[in-house]
């Protein structure tokens, strides 16, 4: 699976961006997705999460209420909708995807994704 995120940008706080996880290979729709961010000088963190059917989705406390993740399978597309966007969230966003394990719980490890995709900065100004 080869994924390439985009959709980031600049915005001021408040606002909102909408980032896409374009997604190439078979095995994509057996996959979940997860998307993570690296602020600067900080540590690489889990963001959110969607599973292979979309019927399951997790988020970190710090996003919860404010971003939504959501995927298209026929298009291999994974979205995160971002709103009220506080300059917290200025950090490069990667999607990431492991083949999905259906008696497991979402990954929301960075060390469990198999596949990763380039970042996309987003940032948020006060």
């Known amino acids: 699976v080869q994924l390439q995120a985009s959709g980031g940008g600049l915005v001021q706080a408040g606002g909102s961006l909408r980032l896409s996880c374009a997604a190439s290979?078979?095995?994509?729709?057996?996959?979940?997705v997860g998307w993570f961010r690296q602020g600067p000088g900080k540590e690489r963190e889990f963001v959110s999460a969607?599973?292979?059917?979309?019927?399951?989705?997790d988020y970190a406390d710090s996003v919860k209420g404010r971003f939504s993740i959501s995927r298209d399978n026929a298009e291999k597309m994974v979205y995160l909708q971002m709103s009220s966007l506080k300059p917290e969230d200025t950090a490069v966003y990667y999607c990431?995807?492991?083949?999905?394990?259906?008696?497991?719980?979402?990954?929301?490890?960075?060390?469990?994704?198999?596949?990763w995709g380039q970042g996309t900065q987003v940032t948020v100004s006060s």
């Open positions: 969607i599973s292979r059917s979309g019927g399951s989705t």
């Open positions: 290979g078979r095995s994509f729709s057996r996959c979940d």
């Open positions: 990431a995807a492991v083949a999905s394990i259906l008696t497991s719980p979402i990954a929301t490890i960075g060390s469990q994704y198999d596949y």
